[in-house]
């Protein structure tokens, strides 16, 4: 496409796909806020930390999907080992990172869910954070403390956390990436705003990304099933104001990310 800026869409098609975005949003958001000194910041990653322990208590067999994830999709590539033409040292690469995240996580210990849980801080903030302003200093002073610390002892907080959830932010972000990377990008146009694709039943897409210019003013919309996809592209010229789907032709790129 013209654009080298793209803003990238994405579709989940499966429950665990779904759980693995979730995880890694939060993820990074727990990273930007982290890294940022003031108050708000720490609020921002504390905020994204509780919120993953709500997401990690929700699914007591994450980390057997996790496992099921990476052996399917080593299942996937080491009948790649046998063709020639592609880079066999990143193949090699990709299939022991796979495997040996599957075995780290193979221990009942490996996601940090009771660990986070039973943090105090964590555990406080978790509890309130439900109710609409619920961690104003008066609901949670120690909380309020914290935050008042030298960010060099806040630091020493996120350090622990992060130590905690460093399998998960690894796993997570290496099964999204090769399933990102199992499709090529092509050049689609939604007429009028309009685009509709039917699957082919072998397909096992999992996951639609649509990427669009940054200047192109609309965004799309997107759903789908085993058999096909549909995408309608809107525009929100006022956000007060229900946006419209556009009337004019759309370009855009479309990746069916399988594996």
């Keep these: 496409m013209a654009s080298s800026a793209l803003t990238i869409y994405e579709q989940p098609l499966t429950?665990?796909?779904?759980?693995?975005?979730?995880?890694e949003?939060?993820?990074?958001?727990?990273?930007?806020g982290r890294r940022g000194e003031d108050e708000w910041h720490s609020r921002l990653a504390i905020s994204a930390l509780t919120d993953l322990i709500a997401v990690l208590s929700a699914r007591s067999d994450l980390r057997s999907e996790f496992i099921k994830e990476l052996e399917r999709q080593i299942s996937v590539l080491q009948p790649l080992e046998h063709i020639q033409n592609i880079d066999h040292d990143k193949l090699r690469q990709l299939l022991e990172q796979a495997r040996k995240l599957a075995e780290s996580l193979r221990s009942p210990l490996a996601l940090p869910t009771k660990e986070l849980k039973a943090d105090e801080l964590l555990a406080a903030v978790a509890q309130r954070s439900g109710i609409p302003g619920g961690t104003c200093s008066f609901d949670l002073p120690a909380f309020e403390h914290w935050l008042r610390l030298p960010y060099t002892k806040r630091a020493e907080s996120f350090t622990r956390w992060s130590e905690r959830v460093a399998l998960l932010q690894s796993a997570c972000g290496f099964i999204l990436s090769v399933l990102r990377d199992s499709a090529h990008p092509r050049n689609c146009v939604a007429e009028?705003?309009?685009?509709q694709q039917p699957l082919e039943r072998q397909s096992n897409c999992q996951l639609i990304r649509v990427a669009l210019p940054a200047e192109a003013g609309c965004y799309p919309e997107i759903s789908g099933s085993k058999h096909f996809i549909t995408i309608r592209f809107l525009g929100m010229e006022d956000p007060r104001e229900r946006p419209v789907t556009v009337d004019a032709d759309v370009e855009f790129e479309l990746s069916l990310c399988s594996m």
């Excluded at 949003?25 to 930007?32: G, T, V």
């Excluded at 009028?192 to 685009?195: Q, S």
């Design 15 to 23: 429950e665990r796909l779904r759980t693995l975005l979730r995880i």
């Design 25 to 32: 949003f939060l993820l990074a958001q727990f990273d930007a």
């Design 192 to 195: 009028g705003g309009h685009f």
